[in-house]
């Protein structure tokens, strides 16, 4: 069982790194807003400030390195790599999922990453489906205490499972179980889709099980339908997996929705996000922080330098894209008039 669960992380990053698994056509929306130029911007540059606090930590830049991988020994590399730079930078990071590390507790290895980033907020990760598999409380507190975290994220991929044919395919309940997780929990809990977005019906039964956080996870990134269809075993699963290339709610959307449906609960916009720019507008349209996955891997696959060295330029990008819109800060990035719909 564990060897495949080994395999399946194996294949995940090597197809991440390796294959084309962006959306042929979907976009995450983010191109049809623009700022508004300031000619005037009546800022000082350097003193843009982009530090923001999320969960009782203070961030440098308002940036989640988004949940990616474990359970296997490059995976190890990886998420040393990826949680030096997060220390070096001041961001956020999420944990691959830890059901690997869970039922295989020789495994815990290739998550833990407190020893190198001592103070940034870490984020643990189970999928959500998974408390209808025997999982509960006490397996939701090991992920956490497994690598000292700060929070945990519950995701939610009903339709990589789906598309699996030796996935989870049993989601109903899930809701009540999160539910009972967010009361039992004593750390803040969030829950993330993997790429296909979250509807504003869904994060108002969220905000109502009581989730600190929502992660959208919108479409436009990397397509899971897309990573699941290279690793198809025949060519039926292979075009069930072709058929759902364009799937999903597109990130921009997503973020407005759940603004509009969850108000009181704090947003991280994921999916497809690409650069400092993107990660200014979703900012302007309410989020709190904005996760990137993919630019982190590809660096991560090189070196912690270059983790580091694509923090720092996205961090730029965001900087004088808020001086180039009149922003003191992020917060002044949210007032109306900063960004237009093209």
């Keep these: ?160 499972e789906a598309l699996q044919p030796d996935g989870d395919w049993n989601w109903s309940g899930v809701l009540s179980r999160i539910e009972e997780i967010c009361r039992a929990l004593d750390v803040p809990v969030v829950v993330k889709e993997v790429g296909w977005g979250i509807s504003g019906k869904v994060a108002k039964w969220l905000a109502d099980a009581g989730v ?34 364009d799937w999903g709610i597109p990130t921009a959307e997503s973020l407005l929705m759940v603004r509009e449906a969850a108000p009181g609960v704090p947003v991280i916009a994921s999916g497809g996000i690409r650069n400092g720019i993107d990660v200014a507008k979703a900012l302007a349209l309410g989020a709190s922080l904005a996760g990137m996955a993919s630019p982190f891997l590809k660096a991560a696959s090189v070196s912690s330098q270059a983790v580091v060295e694509e923090i720092e330029l996205i961090s730029k990008q965001l900087q004088v894209a808020c001086f180039a819109s009149g922003a003191k800060d992020v917060e002044a990035l949210r007032e109306p008039g900063r960004l237009y719909r093209v």
């Design 1 to 160: 069982m564990e060897g495949r669960h080994e395999r399946r992380k194996s294949d995940h990053l090597r197809i991440a790194l390796e294959e084309e698994v962006g959306f042929p056509r979907l976009t995450t929306g983010f191109e049809r807003f623009r700022f508004l130029h300031q000619a005037l911007p009546e800022v000082d540059l350097e003193r843009v400030d982009c530090s923001t606090e999320f969960f009782g930590k203070k961030l440098r830049t308002p940036l989640l390195i988004s949940s990616m991988t474990g359970g296997t020994s490059e995976a190890e590399t990886v998420n040393l790599r990826l949680a030096e730079a997060a220390q070096a930078t001041g961001v956020a990071m999420g944990l691959g999922s830890q059901r690997a590390a869970v039922e295989d507790a020789s495994l815990e290895y290739t998550y833990r990453v407190r020893r190198v980033a001592p103070d940034i907020l870490l984020m643990a990760n189970l999928g959500a489906v998974q408390l209808n598999y025997g999982y509960g409380v006490d397996q939701a507190r090991r992920a956490v205490e497994m690598v000292e975290a700060d929070a945990l994220i519950l995701h939610l991929n009903p339709l990589q």
């Design 212 to 245: 600190s956080a929502i992660d959208v996870a919108g479409a436009g990134g990397t397509s899971w339908s897309q990573v699941e269809r290279f690793r198809a075993p025949d060519e039926r699963w292979e075009r069930l997996a072709a058929s759902f290339e």
